[in-house]
């Protein structure tokens, strides 16, 4: 009985350490921008059976935007295309910028990012994090995609509240850089994911503490679409002068 009780010991004790080993293989992995190959190639199968029309909002992003299932049908009247993908960090929107965002000729560029990049294992600055946004503004600039750049600020969730003072930091520099580039710009949506009491709002968050609930995305939506508006109408406005 006791070599029985041994035995199982060992085989619960090696089955932990594998799936240990697993999720820290996971980790480590996801951050390579290849990981994230089927995700595209599987955007690019849904382009070729479907093409969308040029000129959409493009929103880009990682699990916020991957799992914003009523995008389309919350951003009327306003055409918008939903490239989120995995929990994708900046760079790996830089690195499948010619396949994500150039093909669409997009009107707007909505870029919610930045939160996994400092959930990274490896651990990532919010001057990391700028850096990284600067480049992917770069990059999309050489592959000739004009349209202007909305950054959405990075969201605060419970399950990542030990990390809110560096995302804060980092919004604040999110801030000065749409500030400084023209045509770049930035929305704070902080304040309602908070109450009078300085606590988040646990109905804007689903059971995992991270992501978005129905609720959450309405909030988004709020947010968002009079920005957005002001954006393309400016971008307009703009084009009728010249």
């Not at 000739?144 to 909305?150: C, M, T």
């Not at 770049?184 to 646990?202: A, M, R």
């Amino acid at each position: 009985m006791g070599r029985i009780a041994i035995s199982w010991a060992a085989l619960i004790g090696g089955t932990l350490v594998l799936l240990f080993g697993f999720l820290v293989y996971v980790l480590f992995a996801s951050g390579e921008p290849s990981y994230w190959e089927g995700d595209i190639a599987a955007f690019e199968r849904r382009d070729i059976s479907n093409p969308p029309e040029k000129g959409a909002v493009l929103f880009i992003g990682g699990r916020d935007v991957r799992l914003w299932e009523t995008l389309g049908a919350d951003m009327m009247p306003f055409d918008a295309l939903n490239r989120g993908f995995g929990g994708a960090r900046i760079a790996h929107l830089t690195h499948y910028a010619a396949r994500i965002v150039k093909p669409y000729e997009p009107s707007l560029i909505v870029v919610m990012a930045g939160d996994e990049d400092l959930a990274d294992v490896r651990g990532r600055r919010p001057e990391d994090v700028l850096a990284q946004m600067q480049i992917f503004l770069a990059a999309i600039r050489a592959h000739e995609v004009e349209a202007p750049v909305l950054i959405v600020s990075v969201p605060p969730a419970p399950m990542r509240m030990s990390r809110w003072p560096g995302a804060k930091r980092t919004n604040a520099l999110l801030r000065q850089l749409a500030e400084d580039r023209a045509p770049v710009h930035f929305i704070d949506l902080t304040p309602g994911f908070f109450t009078e009491e300085d606590e988040l709002k646990d109905e804007l968050f689903r059971w995992d503490g991270m992501s978005l609930s129905k609720q959450g995305y309405a909030y988004l939506t709020r947010q968002l679409k009079p920005k957005i508006r002001e954006i393309l109408q400016s971008r307009k406005s703009g084009a009728q002068t010249q």
